[in-house]
């Protein structure tokens, strides 16, 4: 399974590909509401939603267990964010094409967009989110934050990559995930910041 994990971003890429690739259809977008119906259910609660991922999964990933194995749960809950987040949307909310050169973005350099002159709610909520104790609880904040982006920004986000960094999540590498999320999060960037400055004086 070791070369799963490498190929798990371009897995989950994949599968994003086909629901956006097609996101006006009607037989995609009802999809895509099932897909959203499933958050926060149990596993069995909407097995639409399921079939979709699992249909389109490769074998490496699926699980032979009653329950989702680490994988399907990562993959499938990237999908349902952005299930969510599209919703509403006219345009693309998934970024996944990078140019020569450009570092792969995770979810925190979206969720950046959020913060203007008073970002101690916004940054309340990402701090709750990145503490959360386990995989349920960080779903919830998750969810949370995706809705408040949906709604005050245009800013996109690489579904994949959050598969990948709920993949290490579940596999108990909670820290790493924080450092990189909080990185992207709270990082100075020199024309903000000159901005900012520019504001308060």
């Known amino acids: 399974m070791e070369n799963s994990k490498l190929k798990l971003y371009s897995e989950t890429s994949r599968i ?9 259809k009607p037989s995609t977008r009802a999809i895509l509401a099932n897909i959203r119906n499933s958050i926060n259910q149990d596993s069995l609660a909407n097995i639409e939603a399921l079939s979709f991922v699992f249909q389109n999964i490769s074998e490496d990933f699926l699980g032979d267990k009653k329950r ?3 994988y399907e749960r990562a993959i499938v809950t990237a999908v349902q964010m952005y299930a969510l987040h599209q ?3 006219i345009d693309s909310v998934l970024k996944l094409d990078y140019k020569d050169g450009e570092i792969r973005e995770n979810l925190s350099h979206a969720l950046r967009s959020l913060r203007g002159e008073d970002s101690k709610a916004i940054d309340r909520r990402f701090n709750a989110m990145i503490t959360s ?17 949906k ?3 245009d800013a996109k986000v690489d579904y994949a990559s959050l598969a990948d ?9 909670k820290d790493g995930v924080k450092i990189k999320w909080s990185r992207s999060y709270y990082k100075y960037r020199k024309n903000e910041g000159e901005n900012q400055n520019a504001k308060n004086n």
């Open 68 to 70: 989702l194995n680490d």
């Open 165 to 173: 960094d709920l993949y290490w999540f579940l596999k108990n590498q």
């Open 16 to 24: 994003l590909r086909i629901l956006d690739n097609s996101r006006d």
């Open 87 to 89: 919703q509403g949307k």
């Open 133 to 149: 104790s386990n995989f349920s609880e960080l779903t919830n904040h998750l969810r949370q934050m995706i809705k408040l982006l």
């Open 151 to 153: 709604a005050k920004s």
